[in-house]
Structures are given as C-alpha cells and as structure tokens.
C-alpha cells in the first residue's frame, strides 16, 4: 500500500504544539467528518518513492474540516519526540506526503444525523469541530467539550461560542469538570468522542457513570 501521493497546500499554526494541513483532494476521493486518513512519508524527505524504504513513516489522522472540497484538513497535535508529527508541522506547504483512505465507520452527514455532542481532548478537537460545525451548518445543535491545558483552533471555537453553540473548555487535569461537562449535555445529542486512549476511556466510564450508553457513542481512539 504507497498511497496516493498529493501536495500539503499548506500548514498553519492553530495553536500551542498544533498545526492544521490542508492537503490536496485526490482524484475520486470523497470522506465525511469523523473519517481519518493514512499518511505517509519520509520524514526529511517527504514523497514515497520506494513504498518498502525503512524509512517510511505512516500515521493516522483525521478530518478537521467540516467537508471536503479541492482539499482538506487535518489537525495533527506535535509530540516532539514523535518520528512524523514534528516533521509535518515543519512543512511549508508545496511538499508531497501520501495518502490512503479514506477509513473508518463513524461518519457525520448533517442531512441523515441530527443534534451533537463533540468531545474532545488533545488533538481531538479538529474532528469535534469539524462535526459541530457540520450539524450546526445543517440547521442541528451541537456542543462542544473539550479538555486541553493549551487549547487550539480558537477562532474556529469562538465562531461556534459566537452562534450560540455551547463551548466548555476543561482544563487537562480537571476530571472532575470533564464529567459535570459530559453529565450536563449527555442527552444534548448523539455523542462523538476523539482523543487518545486515556482521554477516551475516561469519556467512556463517565458516560456509563452518567446513566448513558457508551456503546452507542461513536468514540475514536487515536491509540
Ligand atoms: C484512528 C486514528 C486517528 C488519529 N487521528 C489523529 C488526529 O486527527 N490528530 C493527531 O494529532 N493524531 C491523530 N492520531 C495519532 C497519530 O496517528 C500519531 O500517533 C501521532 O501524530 C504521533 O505520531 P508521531 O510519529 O509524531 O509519534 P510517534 O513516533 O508515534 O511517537 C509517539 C510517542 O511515543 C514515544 N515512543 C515511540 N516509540 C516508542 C517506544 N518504542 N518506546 C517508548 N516510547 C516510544 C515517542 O517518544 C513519542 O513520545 C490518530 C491515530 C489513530 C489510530
């Protein structure tokens, strides 16, 4: 599997260690909010020209945009000691990366699917507002809760906070307001979740602490 390569259009800071690429759309590609990408690429490099090089380095990562037009969005939270996101957020857009995809069961289609409650932690929050601000383009309520010490794409919040879609922000540690927050909108909508394992486990045991189904929120692991 090499992928399909495309152009990183560009790169953009959106907040404390995280960036927002926008990559070209292939050919006959199409994903909806909640989907997620395979990337891959030579760190220092950039395009795969042998697929079983060593040096390749492939990693998940999912919408933030709330569709997908000539390009789309992907937030990817920097781990400075990781092998490919330090690298992406050096990129000045115009390099190639490649693709495949795109994956994944849980979907947002503002025609067919209603009302939201978006959750996230960490880089979580670019597939949580890609969603919210799908249902709310689509005439549904959304809510977002997000836990993060350093949050990101602000703008993009303040826009939803603006139009009056509900925004709690919960501090990294603040378990406790992370679960007043779950409980207080939990029947506001279907629920989707992203984050990595911790993050998503923690939602999960509060949704069922709450009197909720965890089993029919549409939670993604990044691992
Ligand atoms: C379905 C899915 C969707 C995802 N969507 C997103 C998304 O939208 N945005 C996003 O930011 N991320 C997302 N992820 C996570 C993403 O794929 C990467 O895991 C993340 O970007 C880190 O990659 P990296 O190469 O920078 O770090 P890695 O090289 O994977 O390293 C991560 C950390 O592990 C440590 N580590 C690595 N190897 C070892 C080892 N052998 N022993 C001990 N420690 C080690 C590193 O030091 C580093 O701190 C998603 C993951 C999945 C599975």
């Known amino acids: 599997m090499d992928g399909t390569p495309v152009t990183v259009v560009s790169v953009r800071d959106v907040g404390p260690e995280t960036v927002a690429l926008d990559l070209e759309t292939p050919a006959e590609f199409d994903a909806a909010p909640g989907q997620f990408v395979l990337l891959r690429a030579v760190p220092g490099e950039g395009a795969v020209d042998d697929p079983d090089d060593d040096d390749v380095v492939e990693r998940h990562y999912t919408l933030s945009s709330p569709s997908v037009a000539d390009t789309f969005e992907i937030t990817v939270g920097v781990d400075p000691e990781g092998d490919l996101s330090p690298w992406l957020a050096d990129l000045e857009g115009g390099e190639t990366v490649h693709i495949d995809g795109p994956f994944g069961t849980i979907t947002y289609d503002g025609d067919e699917d209603g009302d939201v409650v978006a959750i996230a932690g960490g880089p979580g929050v670019g597939p949580a507002i890609a969603?919210?601000?799908?249902?709310?383009?689509?005439g549904h309520d959304a809510v977002v809760i997000y836990q993060?010490?350093?949050?990101?794409?602000?703008?993009?919040l303040e826009a939803l906070a603006d139009d009056d879609v509900p925004v709690e922000l919960v501090?990294?540690?603040?378990?406790?307001?992370?679960?007043?927050?779950?409980?207080?909108?939990?029947e506001a909508g279907q629920v989707y979740a992203f984050g990595f394992d911790a993050f998503v486990t923690t939602v999960a045991e509060t949704i069922e602490d709450a009197g909720g189904d965890a089993d029919g929120a549409h939670i993604e692991n990044f691992g």
């Open 131 to 138: 969603i919210a601000e799908a249902a709310h383009d689509a």
């Open 148 to 156: 993060d010490d350093a949050p990101a794409h602000r703008e993009r």
């Open 171 to 186: 501090a990294g540690d603040d378990r406790e307001a992370l679960t007043d927050a779950i409980e207080t909108h939990l």
